[in-house]
Structure formats: structure tokens, C-alpha cells
């Protein structure tokens, strides 16, 4: 499966954006979603994960109760809505795939097998 992830940009501290991924290739249905991000200097690091039937999400402490991950398997996108943006949101975010056929650890980098090509969001303080 091949990913396209978009909707990165500037924005102020207190701000917001939805950062989207298109897949194609394959069924997307067949596929647990997850955003990750890394910033200058540090390691890529997880952000939130939906499973391929929506049942079950996951989210990294640092963006619980402020970021919102969804996806639409008609249309082969997963979304993350990004709300009350801190400087330290400031990163690569990169969506990901991994067959719901494995038992994965969706928290886990090493899990996924596609990725996107990562979308640069700036929160200005």
C-alpha cells in the first residue's frame, strides 16, 4: 500500500490542523492506521493508531485530549485532527500501515510496514 500524507504547515501556538493520509494500492480496510512524528534531533515516536474497523484508537500521552485520529476506509484516508498546538508539536508526522492480520502493538514503530513521506508541522510560540 502506498501512503500520501498532507495537510502539514505553520500555525500558532493555541491553533489548529488536520493532517490527512491517502492510500492506494491495496484495501485499505485490511490495514491499522497510525501517525507517527519526529522532530530535529530526536527519534520517531508514536502518536496515535486506529484500528481498521474504527473499533479501537490509541494516543500518546503527550496529544491525548487534544488530537483525534479517525479514518474513512470508502474514501482509503485516515485523519488526525490536531487541536490546541504546543511548540513541542513541532515535527515530521508520518502515517503508517500494518496488516490487521498481525497482532501488532500499534504504540510500536517497528510494527508498521508502509509508510507515508511525512508532512513538516510548525507550531510558532
Known amino acids: 500500500v502506498q501512503l500520501q500524507a498532507c495537510g502539514g504547515g505553520l500555525v500558532q501556538a493555541g491553533g489548529s490542523l488536520r493532517l490527512s493520509c491517502a492510500a492506494s494500492g491495496r484495501t485499505f480496510s485490511r490495514y491499522h492506521m497510525g501517525w507517527f512524528r519526529q522532530a530535529p534531533g530526536k527519534e520517531r515516536e508514536f502518536v496515535a493508531a486506529i484500528t481498521w474497523s474504527s473499533s479501537s484508537t490509541y494516543y500518546s500521552d503527550s496529544v491525548k485530549g487534544r488530537f483525534t485520529i479517525s479514518r474513512d476506509n470508502a474514501k482509503n484516508t485516515v485523519s488526525l485532527q490536531m487541536n490546541s498546538l504546543k511548540p513541542e508539536d513541532t515535527a515530521v508526522y508520518y502515517c503508517?500501515?500494518?496488516?490487521?492480520?498481525?497482532?501488532?502493538?500499534?504504540?510500536?514503530?517497528?510494527?508498521?510496514?508502509?509508510w507515508g513521506q511525512g508532512t513538516q508541522v510548525t507550531v510558532s510560540s
Open positions: 503508517a500501515a500494518v496488516s490487521k492480520s498481525r497482532v501488532a502493538d500499534l504504540r510500536a514503530r517497528s510494527e508498521y510496514d508502509y
